[in-house]
């Protein structure tokens, strides 16, 4: 993983490293934002800033594999990159669940039963039909390189193909092998 947060800060990435990682001391840890009062909160450093990553993948939901989950991305602490999943990019786009990858070296800590939730991203980009439309065909294939030796976890909070309205359970989506 500290691979890809070494790529994405990069001067050859110029977009990313403007949107995705914060900027030196400006940046505020969970700890920071928990004393900090509701009312100086920042909207620069906030933690709904910097999702800017933009990545479209198939198979996601259950109902229809053939929908996009457009995926937001950042690196947060921890080593972690976090996506939120929406059904669309237009500003009604609805939040239907989140991704969270981790370095290999996370991943083979986990028991193997927890490894059983999440994906491989070298195996998973290319059946799902993964791009970057943000990105030059340069910048993206430097992402998608630096992606491959990480694994994802899907939280889907509601399946967009089954209904317009947040309804069903929740769970983790597991994307076939």
Sequence with gaps: MSHLHSLLGRARLPLIIALLLPLGAAAQTHADVATTPADAVDA?????????????????????????????????????????LYDGDGPDARLVGVEVVVDAPTYKSFSGYEQQLWHYHKDEIPRVSATLPDLSAGEAAQVVKSLEETYGKIYLLWDPSQSSLPMGQPGVTLLPR
Aim: net charge negative; charged share 10%.
């Design 44 to 84: 620069a450093t906030a933690p709904s800033t910097a999702w800017s990553l933009h990545i479209d993948a198939k198979m996601h939901f259950p109902g229809n594999p053939d929908i996009v989950a457009h995926h937001w991305c950042k690196p947060v602490s921890g080593g972690l990159i976090e996506c939120q």
